[in-house]
């Protein structure tokens, strides 16, 4: 049986744009593969939409490749069976498939130019329907659609929002000196270049509201801390004071910057309102302090530091006053990222020679390494609090790795052009 069973919330019409970027875009796209899967996958079938058959069979693949993915789901071969939302399923046919739900949906044009996709989805074993929405898109945006198709149906059979149609941010470096700042789909598809130098480009962060990266480039010869809008490509400078200023982290909602300065000697936590003004320092000790990440409330920084001899992670009050330690397991733990919920922390942790990523539960204080890997490196969270994106480094390349909270889940992203480095997980759509 499903869970949650959810009632039909009706034929919604729901119009949507991305945000464009100035770069074009960008032929080395991630490809995806699957190196892991849920223990307990719910049977799903997506039959062929309806429609013209080549956009019909784009939308489907999109939906379909989103969903299998997830590694939550089950798919059900129903190649070459086309039906449309207002078809009466054979349900009997589709359970004696194994399938426990199944969507079915048309694509077709609206008179004005543009397209729109409607679809259902039904419970196969209680013989009813679950959901059903449409979409108003372009061709241009036939994408989209099916990953926000398919985050409708994860969310009704999951329980929790789904991240297809959220984006990513990543570093590509190809050759001895490019370096590009992309952005693409969650699948790793549609990727567009924001920024293109001969000089590193690290720590991208997203702003709450997704539609700007903070990022640290290295284009004036020293680290700068930038702000950079996605729709216009104008960006600003954040903070460029003497010395060093790099990782920019954002406050949840999205007024402040953390950033590591070293204007005042040594590398130290400080705060900086979103246009460069303002600045606050937050952190005094005499070691090394960086890597700032906001608690999900906002009244709290996690960092690490090496203050106590080795690199740990501690937390500070946005307003300063004692820093709390929070690692002691291990002698190397840096990378402080705190889950959309606020419950677990992701960092990176040497173990048994190599660095893995690693999850506590920051109220039972407990551990779990997720990975086998010897060269992770900066975690990010997926906005629903489900997948971990990290940076790591197979056969000399630098790819990006997807792993599930729980360990279970695996995806590959890589490159052939290049390496892949600096992730960062973009937050839902506004």
Same mark, same amino acid.
């Not at 590009?180 to 702003?207: M, R």
């Not at 291990?330 to 893995?356: C, H, Q, T």
């Not at 906005?383 to 940076?391: Q, S």
């Given at each position: ?5 959810? &009632? ?6 729901? !119009? ?13 796209? #991630? ?70 739900? #199944? ?17 259902? /989805? ?73 920024? &293109?130098?001969?000089? $590193? ?28 809008? #996605? ?26 910057? !953390?950033?590591? #300065? ?73 990378? $402080?990222?705190?889950? $959309?919920?606020? &419950? ?18 920051? !109220?039972? &204080? ?24 990290? !940076? ?7 790819? /990006? ?21 600096? $992730? ?7």
């Amino acid at each position: 049986m499903l869970r949650p069973l959810l &009632k039909l919330r009706g034929l919604s019409l729901i !119009a949507f744009s991305a945000l464009s970027l100035l770069q074009t875009p960008s032929h080395a796209e #991630l490809t995806i593969e699957i190196t892991g899967a849920g223990a307990n996958r719910i049977p799903l079938a997506i039959a062929d939409f309806g429609g013209d058959q080549g956009t019909s069979r784009t939308l489907t693949s999109v939906i379909r490749g989103d969903l299998e993915r997830s590694g939550l789901f089950k798919m059900i071969d129903a190649s070459g069976v086309a039906m449309n939302e207002s078809t009466n399923p054979a349900y009997g046919d589709w359970k004696n498939r194994g399938a426990d739900a #199944l969507t079915a949906g048309s694509i077709g044009p609206t008179g004005d130019g543009r397209q729109e996709a409607r679809f259902r /989805l039904y419970d196969v074993n209680r013989q009813s329907t679950l959901a059903g929405t449409a979409f108003v898109t372009s061709t241009p945006m036939l994408r989209a659609a099916g990953h926000r198709i398919a985050d409708v149906i994860y969310e009704k059979l999951i329980g929790e929002p789904g991240v297809f149609a959220t984006r990513i941010a990543y570093v590509v470096k190809s050759g001895s000196n490019r370096y590009e700042l992309h952005v693409a789909d969650a699948d790793g598809q549609n990727a567009q270049a924001a920024l &293109k130098s001969k000089e $590193p480009i690290i720590s991208p962060a997203w702003s709450p509201d997704g539609t700007r990266l903070a990022y640290v480039s290295f284009e004036n010869k020293k680290p700068v801390v930038y702000v950079h809008s #996605l729709a216009s490509g104008q960006r600003i400078v954040v903070a460029n004071f003497k010395g060093s200023n790099s990782a920019p982290a954002w406050s949840p909602d999205g007024r402040k910057l !953390a950033v590591v #300065l070293s204007k005042e000697g040594g590398s130290q936590i400080f705060t900086v309102n979103a246009d460069g003004s303002g600045v606050q320092r937050l952190t005094t000790s005499s070691g090394i302090n960086t890597e700032p990440f906001f608690a999900a409330d906002g009244r709290s920084i996690y960092f690490t530091s090496d203050r106590g001899g080795s690199p740990q992670i501690y937390r500070v009050g946005v307003g300063g006053g004692d820093d709390q330690r929070i690692t002691f397991e291990g002698s190397y733990n840096v990378s $402080p990222r705190i889950s $959309p919920d606020g &419950k677990s922390l992701a960092f990176i942790s040497r173990r048994e020679s190599g660095f893995r990523l690693a999850v506590m539960d920051l !109220a039972s &204080k407990q551990v779990q390494i997720l990975t086998d890997s010897s060269k992770d490196e900066s975690p990010t969270f997926a906005p629903n609090g489900r997948m971990i994106l990290i !940076a790591t480094e197979i056969g000399g390349r630098g790819v /990006l790795s997807a792993v599930s909270v729980d360990g279970r889940i695996k995806q590959r992203l890589s490159i052939a052009a290049g390496d892949v480095r600096e $992730p960062a997980w973009g937050p839902y759509n506004k």
